[in-house]
């Protein structure tokens, strides 16, 4: 029955089929496009990634057709559905861990990460240490007047500054 | 004939520095003046010998000389004759020898001054200028010779000679390669002959410190001399830094001004260890001590300069900076090691005699802050060394290739940077030997409202969600609000003492302290370059979009229609492809960006010349990453804006003044004593 239909209705059917395509075709395209990846989304994962070929230039700005290629790849696999961080170690399992910008955190290049740290807490401690005594050699305030007597322009200014305490003084 | 005159000029000055230290180290032994005396003629005249090698490479370069093969490997005929010139340095050998004029010519300006009272340093200081100018010439008499010209034999092999070979003929290229597009720009012509400055200065300090540790004069003398041509030689590195930036803002088409990469950080770790030199240098200047920590300080400073020249001249690294692979490493590589041990064991043979004399008791005082801040300048320097050398090590160690990129450097040294704006602001609140915190509510109650103001403003206002950059735009606020309050401050009291002299007041105290307010107007730069990074770091907005002919994009308040394409070629042989974009904000039209490609086909290589629309609020920036040929007109462009980008120039020039201030002679008897109080 169904298939007489269609015999009896072929034209018909074809050109429907037709109109159909018409109608949906250009609306697949459209989609295609809205689901392929922003140059933006490109850009964020290529700016983590460096080629191995360039100097010290990150993939999202680097005009070389081989880097051109790797950001249509991430395009690709954006597209693909893949995720950032699958990505990324797409590119280190092919290239290794030099197209990364920043090292991973993992065996020695925890370094980069602890040493910087422990740099500046060790000069804190030692500058604690050696500056924070019970007892000094110093005296604690030393006298100003011997400090400013080495310089005549500060003199001249507590000079000044004493003479306005005392003329506010008056004045009050 | 003329190259031969040019190479000789050098052997003869190379020659001087070997009689010169010979004569130096003789007059020491035999405690003879005149020896040294010599030494010092002898020091004197290599400046004007290399003078003389440096016209007639400059002759050579403007000429065409192409048989030169420095010459033909940077210069093409079709390039501008201002560009032939800045081609000395565009190249191994030639900035080389740029690099030791520069370095002949601080030496003589310095052992020019008169030495009466500190002739005990004198030697030393010669010596160590000979080592090093014998050092850098010698490369350049033996293994870069920039005179060397091309030669062919009737078999067809060539060779490199300054001087015409046995049965060969000269060789003339018609054209020369020319200078890397990259460094065809105006660029070329201040960023590295400041920077360059800005390096071969650093050998004074190196040099008295050096003096001071063997002739075991530890007082403040050595400082005293050397403070000065310090911050001359600080200010010019800090210049070369900042004109790189502005290159780099300008035609490296990232829409960024510092990459990271490892020659920008070896060039700034001789500043921050120059920076922390000079504010411990004004802390023994006024409370004595610190010495080891300033003479430390000193050495390092110079052998940091060594080392960044290493890595930029050897190839060891890969960077956009670097030169081409040279023989040059290995022996540079062996003259660091020297001059790091050397320094390293003569002040370890010293470090008991640098005995400290004052230590500052740790608490609120400017004392303790400068100590702290220098700390905080070292920790970001060893960072950077850190980042420079990982690659290295990892290398070395476990075989694998690492990349140190921006992210790393900016999370580790973003935090450090911003303490150090809070050290700045905060530290000229603590008086000298210290202040009481409940002392300072009247400047709290007053500074800590207002300082708040900036940070909302830029919340309402900015649209700025960021907390980080909030954080750092407060920080940059409170320290600019302090800073100038104590400009003011001193202001209000002068003309409190005389009323209605207003203006006298406000030069007064800048002609009275000089270094003071110098020093505050550099700090005030400091701030406002600051503001200039935290907003292109923290609050940058970009896209990236291909347009067709009238499509327009929106990005933040800006609406960016593309609205022209133009490709033509140049008489310089480039294929230059214009393109424009008209701006609005709110349907009103803001202006208009040409962002611009040139393409070198014999090099096969693009220049992007980014649009700018720059106010001091922000920057409009658009770069043409591709276009599609005339059939379409599309056009991919990437935009940015970057707020507040300005100021980081304006604050370099703001620093500038500071330093010209802190540095301009004292008026001649008069003015001085005209306001001593009596």
């Known amino acids: 029955m169904f298939l007489n239909l269609l015999k009896l209705r072929s034209r018909q059917f074809i050109l429907l089929m037709i109109v159909g395509m018409c109608i949906f075709l250009p609306n697949e395209i459209v989609m295609a496009q809205a689901l392929m990846p922003s140059d933006d989304e490109v850009n964020h994962i290529a700016r983590q990634l460096y080629c191995p070929v360039c100097e010290n230039i990150s993939l999202d700005v680097c005009s070389l057709d081989a880097c051109q290629q790797w950001r249509d790849l991430i395009r690709q696999q954006l597209a693909d559905g893949r995720t950032e961080q699958e990505i990324k170690s797409y590119f280190v399992a092919q290239y290794g861990d030099r197209v990364l910008g920043e090292p991973p955190r993992r065996g020695l290049n925890w370094l980069l990460y602890l040493l910087p740290p422990v740099i500046i807490l060790t000069g804190l401690g030692v500058m604690y240490a050696k500056l924070h005594r019970p007892t000094l050699a110093q005296p604690a305030h030393p006298d100003k007047r011997t400090i400013l007597s080495e310089d005549p322009y500060l003199e001249k200014v507590a000079f000044d500054l004493e003479n306005v305490k005392q003329h506010g003084n008056e004045k009050a | ?678």
């Open chain 2, 1 to 678: 004939m003329i190259t031969a005159f040019g190479y000789f000029t050098i052997a003869l000055a190379f020659l001087l520095t070997v009689y010169g230290l010979i004569a130096a180290c003789w007059g020491v032994m035999q405690k003879s003046q005149p020896w040294i005396e010599s030494a010092r003629l002898a020091l004197l005249m290599i400046f004007p010998l290399i003078t003389v090698g440096l016209i007639v490479m400059l002759g050579l370069l403007i000429g065409d000389r192409f048989d030169v093969a420095y010459v033909s490997s940077v210069i093409s005929q079709d390039m501008p004759p201002y560009l032939k010139l800045t081609a000395l340095w565009g190249g191994q050998s030639g900035s080389l020898l740029f690099w030791n004029w520069l370095l002949a010519g601080f030496c003589a300006l310095f052992i020019f001054r008169k030495w009466q009272d500190d002739f005990v340093f004198l030697p030393w200081v010669l010596i160590v200028m000979f080592v090093t100018l014998g050092f850098f010439l010698s490369l350049n008499v033996f293994l870069e010779i920039p005179f060397e010209r091309l030669w062919h034999f009737p078999d067809g092999t060539r060779l490199l000679s300054v001087f015409q070979p046995f049965g060969a003929q000269s060789l003339v290229p018609s054209d020369g390669q020319g200078l890397n597009p990259l460094l065809r720009h105006p660029g070329m012509i201040w960023h590295p002959p400041a920077l360059y400055l800005g390096f071969v200065g650093f050998i004074i300090p190196f040099s008295l410190a050096i003096a001071s540790l063997v002739t075991g004069r530890h007082d403040r003398q050595w400082l005293a001399i050397a403070r000065p041509w310090t911050l001359v030689t600080w200010v010019f590195l800090t210049l070369g830094l900042v004109l790189g930036m502005r290159w780099a803002y300008d035609v490296l088409g990232w829409g960024g001004y510092w990459g990271w990469d490892p020659v920008e950080v070896a060039a700034l770790m001789p500043w921050l260890s120059a920076t922390a030199l000079l504010h411990t240098a004004f802390l023994q200047k006024r409370r004595g001590g610190f010495k080891r920590w300033n003479t430390a300080l000193g050495l390092l400073t110079f052998v940091l300069v060594l080392f960044g020249t290493f890595i930029t001249r050897s190839g060891v690294l890969s960077s956009v900076h670097s030169f081409a692979a040279s023989d040059i490493g290995l022996p540079m590589f062996y003259y660091l090691s020297l001059v790091t041990l050397g320094s390293l064991g003569l002040i370890i043979h010293r470090w008991p005699s640098l005995h400290v004399e004052y230590e500052p008791e740790f608490k609120f005082s400017r004392e303790v802050l400068v100590l702290f801040s220098n700390l905080v300048l070292l920790s970001i320097l060893m960072v950077c060394f850190l980042g420079v050398i990982y690659p290295i090590i990892s290398e070395l160690l476990t075989d694998t290739q690492v990349t140190v990129g921006p992210a790393w450097y900016k999370r580790i040294n973003g935090p450090l940077f911003t303490l150090n704006l809070f050290l700045l602001g905060v530290c000229p609140l603590a008086g000298w030997g210290g202040t009481k915190i409940f002392k300072l509510r009247k400047q709290l109650v007053v500074l800590g409202p207002l300082s708040l103001l900036l940070p909302l403003a830029a919340w309402l206002y900015g649209d700025v969600r960021n907390a980080y950059a909030l954080v750092a735009v407060w920080l940059a606020g409170a320290s600019g609000l302090v800073i100038l309050g104590e400009c003011t401050h001193t202001v209000f009291v002068l003309n409190r003492q005389q009323p209605g002299k207003a203006l006298k007041a406000l030069v007064v105290p800048f002609q009275a302290k000089r270094r003071y307010y110098g020093g505050l107007l550099v700090h005030l730069g400091i701030v406002l370059m600051s503001v200039g990074i935290i907003g292109i770091e923290g609050l940058q907005e970009e896209t990236q979009v291909t347009l067709a002919l009238g499509e327009s994009v929106t990005l933040s308040q800006y609406r960016f229609e593309f609205t022209g394409l133009e490709n033509y070629q140049s008489q310089d042989s480039r294929n230059i492809t214009e393109t424009v974009i008209t701006v609005f904000r709110n349907d009103s039209p803001v202006g208009v960006l040409y962002p611009q490609r040139d393409f070198y086909p014999g090099l096969g290589m693009a220049i992007t010349h980014p649009g700018l629309i720059s106010n001091l609020s922000r920057d409009l920036y658009a770069i043409l990453i591709d276009w599609r040929p005339v059939s379409q007109d599309e056009a991919t462009f990437r935009i940015y804006i970057n707020p507040l980008t300005n100021w980081l120039w304006i604050g370099t020039g703001v620093l500038t003044l500071g330093v010209i201030t802190a540095l301009w002679p004292k008026p001649a008897g008069k003015g001085g004593k005209a306001h001593r109080p009596k």
